[in-house]
């Protein structure tokens, strides 16, 4: 049998309503930042991602679905989706009517990566991006909307790391001293290390090898090469994020994986899930609207894992059931009646559910508890005969006969 692709997976109904529970949850905060959602093609130009998250990052040289289509135009499937949502804003010239955009989204991403626990080639992201605001009250406004998502899913095991990566200048005499500390070690430091130290050495910071720990322990530290005002960007951003009330660590060797990070950088990070301890990640980006040949702007954003988000809000929710108002348990003679009863309840906004498999009344009734209703409606003879319908509360187990009427059918259902 042909199978799925690997690095995917098929999201089953039991599992689309944990998607749809955090989904909503998803919508409701956002909404309380007045975020507006954005939605962008799953397919861009390669050459997007080339110029914005870097050539030497991991996710441009080594995971990028990218190919020629049949017109010989290199395209490839989005692997995030900063890059994207700066390019509508550059081509639709969105701010010029609004200078200052809140933009969030959520949709899939895909990545040739080693697919393990919370680690897929297609998996999804909820983001949000602040794009035309320089100063740290932008940060500190993301960073809130990173955490109140989080914590709003119910999940509390997890930190807030933040570090700055200063300006570009600063970025730039910072990765100068880190090359020449590193390269007196070379030949000490792991494969991976040692290709970084030409293509992307801030991520030698991030190195999870042994060996490279110990001559990071060292290394040069980023706060050392901020400049002035880089550090006071960043004391900022500290200093709103502790009159929030969010609290937070600061992490000298986060360095995050994109190429067009400058100043602020963040990580929601957790011990709940095996090797993958980011729940997701951003920071600010003063640069990339030139790296792609736009209009200069500034923004800043995050990018959480849908799936990491929703496994770990799921530990907590296990026993989470689906929400149906109403089972129609009724005898088979009965069809065209249950029916006509079932159309009226959904016409109205209720969620019903009937047997489609002629099962014995006991049967229906088991199932109406196995879908978790909150009521079930009976229809046997007697009802038919005096015109009536039956209504059991599944919470109470209280059961009660009362005289059809479409008004008191509905009502039965709204308390
Ligand atoms: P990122 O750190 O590459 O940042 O990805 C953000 C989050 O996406 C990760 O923390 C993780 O939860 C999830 N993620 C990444 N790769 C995978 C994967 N293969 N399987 C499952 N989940 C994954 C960005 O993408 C930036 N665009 C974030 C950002 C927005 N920065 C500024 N604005």
Aim: charged share 25%; hydrophobic share 35%.
């Amino acid at each position: 049998m042909i199978q799925n692709i690997k690095g995917t997976r098929d999201i089953l109904p039991d599992e689309v309503v944990q998607w749809q529970r955090i989904e909503a949850i998803i919508r409701r905060v956002t909404r309380t930042f007045d975020y507006k959602e954005i939605r962008t093609p799953v397919i861009e130009y390669t050459e997007l991602f080339q110029k914005s998250a870097g050539e030497g990052s991991d996710v441009v040289s080594k995971e990028m679905y990218s190919f020629n289509d049949r017109s010989q135009e290199q395209i490839c499937l989005r692997p995030e989706l900063t890059a994207p949502v700066a390019r509508v804003v550059a081509q639709n010239t969105l701010l010029r009517a609004n200078p200052t955009l809140r933009l969030w989204y959520s949709g899939p991403c895909f990545r040739y990566e080693r697919p393990q626990l919370g680690r897929q080639r297609q998996f999804h992201q909820v983001g949000a991006e602040c794009i035309g605001s320089t100063h740290p009250e932008s940060d500190a406004e993301i960073i809130t909307l990173g955490y109140n998502l989080i914590t709003q899913c119910g999940i509390q095991d997890f930190e807030l790391h933040i570090n700055s990566l200063g300006s570009v200048d600063s970025r730039k005499n910072y990765r100068d001293a880190l090359v020449s500390y590193l390269k007196q070690f070379e030949p000490q430091l792991s494969e991976d290390s040692q290709r970084r130290l030409g293509t992307n050495p801030l991520r030698i910071l991030d190195s999870k090898d042994e060996a490279d720990k110990a001559i990071v322990a060292s290394a040069p530290k980023l706060v050392d090469c901020l400049d002035e005002s880089s550090m006071q960007h960043f004391r900022d951003v500290q200093a709103l994020l502790q009159a929030a009330g969010i609290p937070f660590v600061i992490n000298p060797v986060l360095v995050r994986g994109l190429d067009y990070y400058t100043h602020t950088v963040f990580e929601f990070k957790t011990n709940s899930l095996g090797a993958q301890d980011a729940i997701g990640g951003g920071g600010r980006y003063d640069n990339l609207f030139e790296t792609i040949k736009a209009q200069p702007a500034s923004g800043v954003g995050f990018g959480i894992g849908l799936e990491r988000l929703i496994l770990l809000a799921s530990k907590q929710n296990e026993n989470a059931v689906e929400d149906l108002d109403c089972f129609l348990v009724a005898d088979a003679k009965y069809l065209a009646t249950a029916l006509e009863y079932a159309q009226l309840i959904r016409n109205n906004g209720f969620s019903c559910r009937t047997d489609l498999q002629r099962r014995s009344f006991k049967a229906q009734m088991k199932e109406a508890d196995k879908f978790g209703a909150r009521k079930v409606l009976i229809l046997a003879e007697s009802e038919i005969a005096d015109k009536s319908f039956t209504v059991k509360d599944m919470k109470t187990g209280t059961q009660e006969s009362i005289i059809y009427s479409p008004e008191a059918l509905l009502r039965s259902l709204s308390h």
